[in-house]
Structure formats: C-alpha cells, structure tokens
C-alpha cells in the first residue's frame, strides 16, 4: 500500500507536544556522553603513548656538589645505555618554575629547601619492572642516591578512573536509549489508544495491522528526525563548548583527547540511531499491542 | 477457489454467547446463496446484530462451525482476515463513521485501505456521494450531518468497494421511506450485479418490496426457516433416502419464508410474514 494513503488512515497528528523534546534531550545526552567517552579514550591512549617508556630519575641528595656530581654520572650511564633512547637533566629552572606555585619564589642563593634535581629519560622499549632494576643497579655505584620511577605508574590511578567514566558513559548511554524506547512505546500505545475507535473501523474494513504501524510510525518519524536533529546541535554545541574549556588549560595531556574521524563518525550516528530505534519501537509497539484474539 | 454453486456463507449449529452470559444465539444453522438477497428480521434483542457480526468477521461463534467463501473462518490465521474482510460491505446499526473524516474521506475509506490509488478514488466516491444525495455535504464531518445522512455515508461506505457481500444492519432506520426506497434500491441494483445482500430490518414495508428475497426470521437467538430455504446441504444434494430423518433432525432449528414459491403477489413476502407472525412461526 501506498505510504501518503496510509498515512490519511488516522488523523494526521503528530505524536503530541513533548515527543521531540524528549528525544532531542536524549539524543543531546547521549552525544555528550559518547563525545566524552571517545575523548578520554583518546586522551588515555595518547598519555599511554607517551608515558609507556619514559621513566624520571631523582636524585635526593641535600649537598648540592654532590647532587650535582651524581645527576651528570646518571646522565652519562644512562646516555651510555643502548636501552635508552633519550635523556635530559631538568634544568633547575624549570624546576623552580614547577615547585613555585607550592613553594613560593626561590632564592637560587640560599635554598631554604633542598629540591631533588630530576633526570628524564625515554627507554626504547617499555619501563617494566625488570627493566627499572636494571637501570637502578647500574645506577647504584656511581648515584647510590638516585630512585627510578616509571611515570606511568603515577598515572595508573588517572588511567582506572577514565576507565570507569567509560564505563559510566556506557551505563549512561544504555539507560538513556531505555528511557527512550519507553517514551516512544508510551506514546505509540497513547496513540493507538486515541485511535481506537477508528482503528477497529479500519479493521473492519479489511484493514491490517501493518497499514496501521506505517501510520504511527510515520507521525513517529516527523518528531523523531526533529527531535534528533535538535537533540544532535545541542549536543555537539555541548560537547564543543567543553573542549574549549578544555583546550584553555593548555595541557598537553587534554591536548590529546581530540578526537579522530571514526569518533566522529560514532557520534554522527547517536541521532541517526536514535531515529531508527523510535520507528522500530513504534512499529514493535503497534504489532504487538494490535496483535489480540478477534 | 471456491465453487459458484457452493453457498456464499454456510453455519452450522453456530451458538454466540458473550463472556459467561447465556447464550445469546443458539444452534443457527444456515447456508447463503452467492448472489442472493436475503432479510433477517426479529424482535429487538432477538440477536440480528449478533448474527451480522459473525457474517461480517467481527466476532467468532462460540461454538459450532462456520464457512465463507468457500474457507473455514474458524480455523484461518487472523492475518488472512483482512483479506475476507475486504471482501464484504458493512453498514453497521451505529454506522461506526470515523468523526475526523469528512464524508467523502469516510466514503473513500474502504478503497485507501485497499491500497486504490488516489487518484482513482475521485470518481467512485463522487458517484458514491451523488448516488446517496449528499455532494453537497461532501466536506462535512460526521458530527455536523443529521442521523439519516449518517446512515447514508454509512451506506455509500459499506457499496463503494462492490463488496461480494453487503451485510446491513438497519440500514434505513433513521431515513424517510422516500429514502429506504432510493437505498432499497441500491441494494437491488448491487444485487443484480452479483453481490449477496444481507439486511436486517424491523420494516415490513421494505421487505414487501423485494418479493425474490429469502426471509429469515430470528426469534430469541434461534432461527425460524419454516419452508428450508437456509436448509443445508442444498435439497437437491440430500441422499434422498435419508430426507425424512434430516428434515426431523433439522426442525427444530430451521425456519423459512420464500416468496417466489407462494405466489408472485406483490405483498406476498410480507404476508407471508404476517402469516406466520399469527401461526408464531410454528413449521406449516
Ligand atoms: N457486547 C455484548 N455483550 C453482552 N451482551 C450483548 C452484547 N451485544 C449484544 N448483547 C445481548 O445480546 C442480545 C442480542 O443483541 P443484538 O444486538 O444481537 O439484538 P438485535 O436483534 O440486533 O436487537 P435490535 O433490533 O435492538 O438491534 C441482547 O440481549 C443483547 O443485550
Ligand atoms: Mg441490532
């Protein structure tokens, strides 16, 4: 049967004033939750990138003639290293830049408190465990004072809690896709349940539940496309005003939570999705309510 | 498919009763000939509208056995309803016209559900419209037409699709007899074409216009067919040995008036009728 009869079947309303709106705030939601999901996931995996092989030495040592002797031998041991690709002293005053917002401005000259000096270095493979050992044992003789750490490690509790927000923006998103399908079975049994009357003249006249869930489905479709259209705007508007913020912190870590063309991709289809899982509600909705002994 | 000479409709001890209520058919047994024209009469509560329901596939008997169109109707998937359904013509005793639509939309309703495209549909429905008087009344919703130019839409509906059955249920109760004359008819002219008609009446004057009709006379859901003309299998077929047994069997439960075998009077249908009120529909 042709869709534009179909459609004159049943009065042409739409499926009622919120319809559109609870689907743009779902649609608006679940763009945010799955632009920030994608986002941290890249962020994680750009840290990861770059902090897998890097390790930082300090050497804690309250004479400064001695801490300087022992940060030139870690630099030379470690330069010498076939392992090591990379190493730099910091210099002290980055050091001071770094220690400033808890210390306050330091008097180069009189130092009320002794500060580590710091040597990073970026290993060719990754800093395991047994590799640290390695290094702080051929360490040990010339910089007995120096301690190794991986600077993963120091993120590894950053890492579990981006892992659990992707969780939670999983939960997220699968419960705001629940709330939706109920909205819409809400409104397509209201819909039958407004109808009914004409329904079963429709019935009666030869006409199949199929002819009927074209009809709902159609006035589904009008709210569902603006809905997700709106829904997508707001949500990307959301999502962009985020980054901004973001992006104002000049972090190098934020920096890599910009998102590739396959996120994008993930979140042009959220209002596409969510447009086929209304229609496919309604329909389920009206076949399943209509289906009933004669 | 089916037969041309196999009975259009054909129950068999058929019983209706709504929830737990008593029965408010009981053992209806009759056979409908294509192309014939048939009236069922009785007492208001009699169950006529109950009887058309089961013709017109709104309700299932609660027992007994049932065909149309040569098809167990009792047995079909509901899916294939539909199908039978768009086979038949429905004037139903509150027309049951959709209040949103216009008239012409109303009258238009049973070719859009049959997928007619619309630009095919102008012409049957304006035909439809003038055919019942109402052209004038083309865009006017149910609510605004009086109850007998209701009854009218209600009739253009139920003949636009030229249904192989039209089942009608008192169809000119709200209109003058100049009208039941014109809407009379438009059943006979349907008829003619081949569409077994189906009306239940209270108004003698309209079944004594149609002296070829077969009467069937319900009394307290039971059917009264006195002379068997709703006897089934048709008398010819009966093994001719067994007629006395299969008459007593069936007695009880069948009745009938014919017209066209008493004479060709024009008010021969109607005393008959008459006739028989007096005897209360004791066999002769
Ligand atoms: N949906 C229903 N539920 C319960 N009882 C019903 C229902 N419909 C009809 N009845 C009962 O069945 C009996 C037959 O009703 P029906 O409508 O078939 O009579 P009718 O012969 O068409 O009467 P009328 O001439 O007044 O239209 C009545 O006693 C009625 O009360
Ligand atoms: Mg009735």
């Known amino acids: 049967m042709h869709r534009k009869q179909a459609t004159q079947l049943l009065p042409q309303t739409r499926m009622g004033g919120p319809m559109p709106w609870i689907i743009a705030i779902m649609v608006a939601l679940v763009v945010l939750a799955t632009g920030g999901a994608l986002s941290l996931n890249r962020l994680a ?49 980055e050091l001071d830049a770094l220690l400033e917002p808890w210390l306050g401005e330091i008097d180069p000259a009189a130092p009320s408190v002794p500060i580590p000096a710091l040597v990073d270095a970026r290993l060719v493979g990754p800093a395991s465990e047994a590799e640290l050992l390695r290094l702080e044992s051929l360490l040990k003789r010339d910089a007995p004072d120096a301690r190794l750490d991986a600077q993963a490690d120091w ?25 939706g399908i109920t909205a819409v079975w809400l409104a397509s049994r209201n819909a039958l349940s407004i109808n009914a009357k004409t329904i079963e003249v429709i019935h009666l006249l030869g006409g199949d539940d199929h002819q009927i869930a074209r009809v709902v489905q159609r ?57 086929a899982i209304a229609l496919l509600t309604a329909r389920f909705t009206v076949l399943l309510l209509l289906r009933r002994p004669v | 498919m089916m037969d041309s000479d196999d009975p259009i409709v054909h129950l068999d001890n058929v019983g209706l009763r709504y929830g737990t209520d008593k029965e408010v058919l009981s053992g209806v047994s009759c056979s409908l000939d294509a192309g014939r024209f048939y009236f069922l009469t009785g007492a208001s509560g009699a169950g006529k509208t109950s009887l058309l329901k089961i013709l017109y596939l709104a309700q299932t008997p609660s027992r007994g056995a049932m065909r149309m ?20 013509g429905v004037v139903f005793q509150d027309f049951r016209l959709v209040e949103h639509m216009s008239a012409y939309d109303n009258i238009a309703l049973p070719l859009r559900v049959a997928g007619v495209r619309e630009r095919d549909l102008a012409e049957p429905v304006e035909d439809m419209l003038s055919w019942v008087g109402l052209e004038h009344r083309a865009r006017a919703k149910p609510a605004t037409l009086s109850g007998g130019e209701q009854q009218r839409v209600a009739i253009a509906r139920a003949v636009i699709s030229r249904p ?89 439960t069948i009745g009938f ?21 007096k005897r209360g529909w004791e066999m002769p």
């Not at chain 1, 870590?253 to 042009?268: K, S």
């Open chain 2, 164 to 252: 192989d059955m039209l089942v009608a249920d008192e169809p000119t109760g709200n209109v003058d007899p100049d009208m039941a004359m014109k809407l009379l008819s438009l059943f006979y002219a349907l008829n003619r074409l081949g569409t077994t008609i189906v009306v239940a009446t209270h108004d003698l004057n309209l079944v004594r216009q149609m002296p070829d009709a077969t009467i069937m006379r319900l009394d307290k859901g039971r059917l009264m067919d006195p002379t068997g003309a709703l006897r089934y299998p048709p008398r010819a077929e009966r093994p001719a040995g067994k007629r006395e047994l299969y008459d007593r069997a069936m007695r009880p």
């Open chain 1, 45 to 93: 995996s750009t840290a990861n990138d770059d902090l897998a092989g890097s390790i930082t030495v300090q050497i804690v040592e309250a004479d400064p003639a001695e801490r300087e002797r022992q940060t030139e031998a870690t630099v030379r041991l470690l330069e010498a290293d076939r392992r090591v690709a990379a190493v730099r002293a910091v210099p002290q005053s």
């Open chain 2, 257 to 277: 008036v014919k017209a066209d075998e008493h004479d060709s009077g024009d008010d021969s249908v109607a005393a008959d009728v008459e006739a028989a009120e």
């Open chain 1, 219 to 275: 006035a589904m479709r009008t709210d569902a496309v603006v809905g997700s259209v709106a829904g997508f705007v707001l949500g990307l508007l959301a999502l962009w005003l985020l980054g901004s913020q973001f992006a104002a912190l000049e972090s190098g870590l934020v920096a890599g939570g910009g998102l590739i063309w396959l996120d994008w991709l993930a979140i042009v289809l959220v209002p596409v999705a969510a447009c």
């Open chain 2, 69 to 88: 169109f040569g098809t167990d109707m009792l047995t079909i998937p509901q899916s294939r309803l539909p199908e039978f359904r768009r086979r038949l």
């Open chain 1, 155 to 179: 993120l590894g509790p950053v890492f579990a809690a981006i892992a659990s927000l992707q969780w939670l923006a999983l939960v997220l998103v699968a419960m705001l896709a629940f709330t």
